[in-house]
T-cell receptor
């Protein structure tokens, strides 16, 4: 399976933007970049996904490098409720569509 | 729309005892997953059902773990006998049809402590 590399932890202040990086240098042409997050004492939840172009939804934005070897999840205004572990996951088409979680990035949001 | 339901939320047992977890997926979702999440790690897929058939159980320790999904709706995961290393959160998830980039919806999990 293609691997991703994320920082173990990051810290931000409330109401400020947060940029969560993810490196995936061995990404294949059919791999989509997915982000899930896990709030304390809850199961993971879907955040966003993309292939080549930047993507926006109500929760976040996903910026994908031109060579697709890295991506950044952007929370435009962090709130205390955004404190969670964020997972960057590669999912390919066909049979390689499993969600394979790494350790993710623990985001702490300071008031 | 109701989410994925799991019970119990917490369970404490002694090693060598048996335990069972229950999951009710989102209505209409054909695919159901069981994950194990050990403290400090990301979830690991144990088994995936498509309706009531098993699609992937390659990481299920079949000597002690079993799972079933009767009638393609609810599912139970059983551990018999439990070991200390089975202490973890057991997460159930469901998705519409399990194809390609299907979004998975997770339940709150069952926290198992084996003493």
């Amino acid at each position: 399976d293609a691997k991703t590399t994320q920082p173990n932890s990051m810290e931000s202040n409330e109401e400020e933007p947060v940029h969560l990086p993810c490196n995936h240098s061995t990404i294949s042409g059919t791999d989509y970049i997915h982000w899930y997050r896990q709030l304390p004492s809850q199961g993971p939840e879907y955040v966003i996904h993309g292939l080549t172009s930047n993507v926006n939804n109500r929760m976040a934005s996903l910026a994908i490098a031109e060579d697709r070897k890295s991506s950044t999840l952007i929370l435009h205004r962090a709130t205390l409720r955004d404190a969670a572990v964020y997972y960057c996951i590669l999912r390919g088409g066909g049979s390689n569509y499993k969600l394979t979680f790494g350790k993710g990035t623990l985001l702490t949001v300071n008031p | 729309e109701a989410g994925v339901a799991q019970s119990p939320r917490y369970k404490i047992i002694e090693k060598r005892q048996s335990v069972a977890f229950w999951c009710n997926p989102i209505s209409g979702h054909a695919t159901l997953y069981w994950y194990q999440q050990i403290l400090g790690q990301g979830p690991k897929l144990l088994i995936q059902f498509q309706n009531n058939g098993v699609v992937d159980d390659s990481q299920l320790p079949k000597d002690r773990f079993s799972a079933e999904r009767l009638k393609g709706v609810d599912s139970t995961l059983k551990i018999q006998p439990a070991k200390l290393e089975d202490s973890a959160v057991y997460l159930c998830a469901s998705s519409l049809d399990g194809r390609d980039l299907d979004t998975q919806y997770f339940g709150p999990g069952t926290r198992l402590t084996v003493l």
